[in-house]
């Protein structure tokens, strides 16, 4: 099965609501990293999160190492957060990647 | 501190012509990694080495792709008669040794007619 899943895979929402993201590992976690990319961009690094909760902006990454799992929280939406979120786990320094989430944020 | 620098950062080919990318990863990085991204998928590894070492190369399609880190700084990802297939970002990153945290270059967008 997957090492990585993130769910939803897509999320439709209106701008001003709040998203939340989820990614599950199936094997133990060393390190996990969550990724934007805008259709044909650049894959931009958004947090680096081992473990417990880092915040930027409206954006909160909480990693449970025992849970094996980490969230992505986006509050207040705005349309330019559109796009893809990735997640992807460490194993050996070698990233394996869930297969993303589509973020639709309608004005 | 400059970040992952690739070139060129956009290819157009016919099948059958060969092509190199260019990555120069951050300074004092000793691991670089290549991954090949299709429209829409999450990036696959393609090869990876430790200063000018190959770790894992099990993913890189041997006949028609070829990596080399010389010096053990940059890097140069060739793909000798490219096919339709082809058409992916290429991603180049990199890492401190023994650290995981990976940065990632703009990569460069292919296009194989």
């Known amino acids: 099965g997957q090492q990585v899943q993130q769910s939803p895979a897509s999320l439709v929402l209106q701008e001003g609501e709040n998203a939340e993201l989820q990614c599950n590992f199936s094997?133990?976690?060393?390190?996990m990293q969550w990724f934007y990319q805008r259709p044909g961009g650049s894959l931009v690094s958004l947090f680096y999160?081992?473990?417990?909760?880092k915040h930027s902006g409206r954006l909160t990454s909480t990693t449970v190492i025992k849970e094996r799992r980490s969230s992505l929280h986006i509050s207040s939406s705005q349309t330019t957060d559109s796009g893809t979120y990735l997640c992807?786990?460490?194993?050996?320094?070698?990233?394996?990647w869930g297969s993303g989430t589509k973020l639709i944020i309608k004005p | 501190e400059a970040g992952v620098t690739q070139s060129p950062r956009y290819a157009v080919l016919q099948e059958g012509q060969a092509v190199s990318f260019w990555c120069d990863p951050i300074?004092?990085?000793?691991?670089l990694y290549w991954y090949q991204q299709p429209r829409d998928q999450g990036p696959q590894l393609l090869v990876y080495?430790?200063?000018?070492?190959?770790?894992?190369n099990s993913q890189l399609p041997s006949d028609r792709f070829s990596a080399v880190r010389p010096k053990g700084t940059n890097s140069t990802l060739k793909i000798q008669s490219a096919k339709q297939g082809d058409t992916a970002t290429y991603l180049c990153?990199?890492?401190?040794?023994?650290?995981?945290?990976?940065?990632f270059g703009p990569g460069t967008r292919l296009t194989v007619l």
């Open positions: 990153a990199s890492s401190r040794d023994r650290v995981y945290e990976q940065y």
């Open positions: 300074s004092g990085h000793d691991t």
């Open positions: 080495f430790r200063d000018e070492a190959v770790i894992d």
């Open positions: 094997t133990s976690l060393n390190s």
């Open positions: 999160n081992p473990s417990g909760t």
């Open positions: 992807a786990l460490y194993s050996n320094y070698q990233l394996i």
